[in-house]
């Protein structure tokens, strides 16, 4: 009994060159042309069709099961840990997990598929949202960083509403950060510490219009005849270490560190709810692991080399500037 074939559109193309070509109606030359292939394509292709006839033109791997599909235990481990540990977490964060604690590799839209049927779409979904013009960021790490706060259950309900104060490097995304009960100027210092006694000192640090950075309340004319102004002690040490302050006129002017407490919001707090933590310190001791990671997933490489961190001088004593 025969086997039925089924030939696409370009197969049949083939047999109808191929078929005159076994006529000598045309030319290898011609043939080639004809189906935009090599003389060389068009004789193996010849020599295949005069073994096995019509089956010759056909793909070798139709009817095949992939080498690239996924077993039935790979998916029903996937859809169980869905179930059980990873149901809120999204598909690219899930895919990393994957990888590295399962040793199972599958692409993106593989694992889509597999929680669409499982019924455990993504629950991360991308908000519309007006399109703004980026401003370019800076060129060379450490020319301005970003600073804000973020008052967040990163807990969850294991413990309290934490503060996480970060910087971002605008050049390339690195961050540094602490956790404290709430957002305010020693947590600021803490980090900006950190920053110039490992890297060095910034040029610019880049704000929102909180306090904490800058007084904005009036002064009264006696005071302004008489050339006072108002800073804050937080401005006071930017101003010992000759970091300029720019205070951004709203949250979207600072997408950077905004964007970057969505990814923390995320991924973070999954990090925090797997080392179980439940108070400001143990808090601080999973992000102090967490960041080395993130920074290694999301760095990019800065539009030039160098850097434009000064070095902290050595005669300068950290505990006579970073103090309250």
Same mark, same amino acid.
């Given at each position: 009994?025969?086997? !039925? ?29 004809? %189906?935009? %292939? ?5 004789? @193996? ?19 095949? #099961? ?48 597999? !929680? !669409? ?6 629950? @991360?979904?991308?908000?519309?949202? +007006? ?5 370019? +960021? ?13 008052? $967040?259950?990163?807990?969850?309900? @294991?413990?309290?509403?934490? *503060? ?6 605008? *050049? ?5 950060? !602490? ?39 009036? %002064? ?12 804050? $002690? ?13 205070? *951004?006129?709203? #949250? ?38 967490? %960041?080395?990671? $993130? ?15 000064? +070095?902290? #001088?050595?005669?300068?004593? +950290? ?6």
């Amino acid at each position: 009994m025969n086997k !039925r074939i089924t030939l696409t559109m370009k197969e049949i193309k083939r047999l109808k060159v191929m078929s005159m070509l076994e006529e000598q109606l045309m030319t290898r030359a011609e043939a080639a042309q004809k %189906l935009n %292939l090599s003389e060389r394509q068009v004789y @193996r292709i010849q020599k295949s069709y005069r073994e096995k006839g019509e089956q010759g033109l056909v793909h070798g791997n139709r009817g095949k #099961p992939s080498q690239r599909s996924i077993s039935k235990e790979v998916c029903t481990q996937i859809t169980t840990l869905l179930a059980t540990q990873y149901s809120d977490y999204n598909s690219l964060h899930f895919q990393e997990i994957l990888a590295e604690e399962f040793g199972i590799n599958i692409s993106y839209s593989t694992l889509q598929s597999i !929680r !669409r049927e499982a019924g455990f779409p993504t629950p @991360r979904k991308k908000k519309s949202q +007006p399109h703004r013009n980026r401003r370019t +960021p800076q060129p060379i790490y450490g020319m301005m960083l970003q600073a804000d706060a973020s008052l $967040h259950p990163w807990l969850e309900d @294991r413990g309290p509403k934490l *503060a996480l104060v970060a910087l971002i490097d605008d *050049a390339t995304n690195r961050v540094w950060g !602490r956790f404290r009960d709430y957002e305010d100027a020693a947590g600021y210092v803490e980090v900006l510490q950190e920053v110039c006694l490992k890297e060095g000192i910034p040029m610019v640090l880049y704000t929102d219009k909180r306090n904490v950075f800058l007084d904005q309340r009036e %002064l009264s004319v006696e005071d302004q005849l008489a050339g006072k102004e108002r800073t804050t $002690h937080f401005k006071a040490i930017l101003n010992d270490l000759g970091i300029e302050l720019i205070q *951004a006129d709203s #949250p979207q002017a600072k997408g950077r560190v905004e964007r970057l407490f969505e990814t923390l919001q995320d991924r973070l707090v999954k990090a925090l709810r797997e080392a179980k933590a439940e108070t400001l310190m143990e808090a601080n001791q999973v992000l102090q692991d967490y %960041l080395p990671k $993130h920074n290694q997933r999301f760095i990019k490489k800065a539009a030039q080399e160098g850097s434009a961190f000064v +070095p902290w #001088p050595p005669s300068l004593a +950290p505990d006579e500037h970073f103090c309250f």
